[in-house]
């Protein structure tokens, strides 16, 4: 399995996973996880192949900065957060013909969340689909 925890110090479980300080890239093809604790991030993914990357966090508070640099190929992210509170912002860099991402993204919203997802297009014929689904409960408020 190629897990990924993001935490005080960034660690990881597989061989195709290259970690410097905050730039993670992920060195082959396959399925990848990646956990959230609760914590302030800035990071940077390097992605040169066909992908899917799992992403998850559970009852924590997030301040995320995160940059999807696609190089080549497609990529799928299916991400599930419920979280007490997250502010997060994506880059997504779609760098090279030929690059696609489908984004796939739901959360139950227990708190205050603010997301922010930004696309470049950086190349001619490349696609992106961005799904977002969201149950916010009782109090709770959500921004996209």
């Known amino acids: 399995m190629n897990k990924i925890l993001i935490d005080k110090v960034i660690t990881s479980d597989s061989d195709k996973v290259k970690i410097d300080d905050t730039e993670i890239t992920l060195l082959g093809s396959g399925e990848y996880y990646i956990e959230y604790t609760s914590g302030e991030y800035d990071l940077t993914f390097i992605i040169c192949n066909d992908v899917k990357i799992t992403e998850y966090s559970f009852d924590n508070s997030l301040r995320v900065k995160k940059r999807y640099i696609i190089r080549k190929g497609k990529t799928e992210i299916i991400k599930f957060y419920n979280n007490l509170d997250v502010n997060e912002e994506i880059d997504i860099d779609l760098c090279h013909s030929g690059c696609k991402i489908d984004f796939k993204?739901?959360?139950?919203?227990?708190?205050?969340?603010?997301?922010?997802?930004?696309?470049?297009?950086?190349?001619?014929?490349?696609?992106?689909?961005?799904?977002?689904?969201?149950?916010?409960?009782?109090?709770?408020?959500?921004?996209?």
């Open 105 to 144: 993204f739901s959360n139950i919203c227990r708190g205050s969340e603010e997301y922010l997802v930004n696309v470049n297009h950086n190349d001619k014929e490349t696609e992106s689909n961005i799904i977002n689904k969201s149950l916010a409960l009782k109090n709770s408020k959500i921004h996209y």
